[in-house]
Nanobody, 115 residues
Framework: QVQLVESGGGSVQPGGSLTLSCVAS????????MTWVRQAPGKDLEWVAI???????TYREPVKGRFTVTRDNARNIITLQMNDLKPEDTAVYYC?????????RGQGTQVTVSL
């Protein structure tokens, strides 16, 4: 049974940083691509960063250079380091199994960026 548990969200001021974590279980992370997705208030889900099991990473254009995704296959954890946060980054963040927004995901963690 796939289980994904996100944590690390919070409230920060613009320019601040947060690190999100996702603990995965019920499948083999080392052979699975994973996606960080987010949903801002009133908006659709969108992918933010993808970590392919073969190693490459892909980032949505607005977060390039600010967000970094890493994976620790031995501990079944993926992380999303978010720097220079902007108000438009405010959203619920999820980790999702697979590539894109349609895979199973966890309960999410709220990130709020405001003065």
């Amino acid at each position: 049974q796939v289980q994904l548990v996100e944590s690390g969200g919070g409230s920060v001021q613009p320019g601040g940083s947060l690190t999100l974590s996702c603990v995965a279980s019920g499948f083999t992370l080392s052979t699975t691509s994973m996606t960080w997705v987010r949903q801002a208030p009133g908006k659709d889900l969108e992918w933010v960063a993808i970590t392919y099991y073969g190693g490459p990473f892909t980032y949505r254009e607005p977060v390039k250079g600010r967000f970094t995704v890493t994976r620790d296959n031995a501990r079944n954890i993926i992380t999303l380091q978010m720097n220079d946060l902007k108000p438009e980054d405010t959203a619920v963040y999820y980790c999702a199994k697979g590539v894109g927004i349609s895979g199973p995901r966890g309960q999410g963690t709220q990130v709020t960026v405001s003065l």
